[in-house]
């Protein structure tokens, strides 16, 4: 069975949602600060960083997690990875303490969500 990759997943999912609010991919790059190139590739399942996916749901009036949330993404349906190289994503979100710290920053404001991304970077390093 092939498994859709994340990047796959959250470029759909993305673009569905830039879709339902009839804005261009040129509207959605001018609104976010990325070139039209990058966003058609993110759109085409391009596996971008958190930093460029949230400027993305800024941009698009969502957050981050209602958008993995709503599509399940980064979970495998029916059984859980036996190997390394069919984990598709590195934010363990069936994990109970990983539910909870997107719940709390899922009501943060935009700007309170920058600091927390940055004290957890700074804290915990970045890869």
Known sequence: MK???????????????RQDRQMTQ???????GLSLKY????????????????KVCDALGTDI???????????LPGRKPTKLSEVQIDLP????????LLTFVR???????????RLLKTTFGSK
């Open 39 to 54: 966003v058609s590739m993110i759109e085409s399942g391009t596996n971008p960083s958190i930093r460029t996916i949230m």
């Open 93 to 100: 979100v069936d994990d109970p303490q990983m539910k909870k």
């Open 107 to 117: 009501k943060l404001d935009t700007d309170d969500r920058r600091r927390a991304l």
């Open 26 to 32: 040129a509207q959605l790059a001018r609104e976010s």
């Open 3 to 17: 498994y859709e990759t994340f990047s796959k997943k959250l470029g759909r999912r993305l673009s569905t949602i």
């Open 65 to 75: 997690a209602e958008v993995m949330d709503r599509e399940g993404i980064g979970t």
